[in-house]
């Protein structure tokens, strides 16, 4: 990096930093008063005034202890904000710092992260810092939480706290695609070169992939409704043991959310009830629906592999873009980043397909793959084993592709996500595939 090049990562640093706090802050204490802020909404969920101090923690365990040097300011409160020490569960009985209280701490953790960046060196220090790696960690970390705390909002049983963005803009909406033949051949997977990229992501190699179709767009609320009604919730040859027992012991019927009301479906999404838009995304099915689906269709789920080839494989270059459409980003390309609260509807977006003309595969909502959590070939944790090491096997599933409430500098084509396969409260759906033979 010269220095002129340190000088503009410094400045993107700064902003995507202020970017992720003035989003947290607009989901915490901007919006909800500290009565709600120490509530805790689900079981599943943290009260919203941990995951705030959490954000604060660990922007000053990485960027001010480990990557700075620096002393604990408060050693005191570290175990409380480490989340394999307390299970989300167990979170509110915790002695947590009071709103005002962690919002004090989250700024002036901060302000000295501001004052000690333009000392900051990218380059020769190793590899936590360089090329800036531990900024960009700490600026997707906030960004994660926002996302697990929109989830939080989305659980709570009250009337609206955010305010209800307009639906993403309309734009050409062809007739729906249908499938995409990606042709049989080797691609890159993963990357050893991406800066921000986090270690599961590394390191990229050559993975052959059998040629397969798989839908030019995710699954929509009308296709699911069909899948419904053709009584697939009913049927128990759709679903895996492990899935059939999770339907029947819940009762479960319908995606998270929704409600029977006079003769059609309405969903609760942020407080508002409203019908189920028929074009958007389905969202708030867990993996057992998803994989029911597919096999309803005649079809299956993607692997990761092909998910990632589909993506951001450009055939023509023989390379992986870091976005379906390219590798910058590039705004209206996709749902990304909390512009709009829900996902967006069929034909959305054609700007931003694939090389083989995939479509709405980063943003809307994350896609369920048929594929466990492992590390790739050549894994290596870094910087720590808690990141995903520790959740590596066969009961997480990855999820690829972000969510319309995923930071742009939270996701790219190589980015993988995983969760439990009885999960719902995230913004995850699903697209299918099958072999092309
Ligand atoms: C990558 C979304 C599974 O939020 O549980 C947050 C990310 N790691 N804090 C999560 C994470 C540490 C993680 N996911
Ligand atoms: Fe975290």
Redesign the pocket.
Known sequence: VNERDERALKEFIAGALGGARDRSHGLTTGVLDDAALVAQVSPLMSPLVWDLA?IGN?EELWLLRAAGGAAAMRPEIDGLYD?FEHPRATRPSLPLLPPAEAAAYLATVRARVLDSLDAARFEGGGPLTDGGFVYGMVVQ?EH??D??MLATHQLRKDGPALLDPPAPAGEARPAPLGEVLVPAGPFVMGTSDDPWAHDNERPGHLVEVPAFRIDAEPVSNADYLAFMEAGGYDDPRWWTDAGWEWRTSGGKRAPGFWTREGGGWTRRRFGHVEPVPPGEAVQHVCWYEADAYARWAGKRLPTEAEWEKAAAWDPAAQRSRRYPWGDDYEEGRANLGQRAHRPSEAGAHPGGASAYGVRRMLGDVWEWTSSDFTGYPGFRSFPYK???EV?FGPEYKVLRGGSWATHPTAVRTTFR???YPIRRQIFAGFRCARDAA
Do not use: G, I, P
């Open positions: 959490h660990y989340a970390h994660m939480h996302e697990t808690e990141y995903s959740f996500n995983w969760d």
